[in-house]
């Protein structure tokens, strides 16, 4: 009923920066919020970044002042800016949709950051 294709990942240099975004279509009237999680090896996967329907943001502390989520409710599309990346920050990010009811997950998208 819901579909999140996710892009924009890819290889960067410690210090640069990348823009994730997650598209979403089907039945999103009654959507709640979006986020970002993401998977690092040897770690659980953690939330990163998250953002109500009214625009109300929240971040991992890990994040605080490096990166920023943003929405375009006329594309139906949620938007991840990472600045002042870090080898620490690599791994596989998902976008993660939340409804009354139920909540869908992106593919994910690698994301890697040379020191």
């Known amino acids: 009923q819901v579909q999140l294709v996710e892009s924009g990942g890819g290889l960067v240099q410690a210090g640069g920066s990348l823009r994730l975004s997650c598209a979403a279509s089907?039945?999103?009237?009654?959507?709640?919020?979006m986020g970002w999680y993401r998977q690092t090896p040897g770690k659980q996967r953690e939330s990163v970044a998250s953002?109500?329907?009214?625009?109300?943001?929240d971040y991992a502390e890990a994040v605080k002042g490096r990166f920023t989520i943003s929405r375009d409710n006329g594309k139906n599309t949620v938007y991840l800016q990472m600045n002042s990346l870090k080898s620490e920050d690599t791994g596989v990010y998902y976008c993660?949709?939340?409804?009354?009811?139920?909540?869908?997950w992106g593919q994910g998208t690698q994301v890697t950051v040379s020191s």
């Open positions: 089907g039945s999103i009237s009654r959507l709640i919020y």
């Open positions: 993660n949709a939340a409804f009354t009811l139920r909540q869908y």
């Open positions: 953002i109500t329907s009214t625009g109300g943001t």
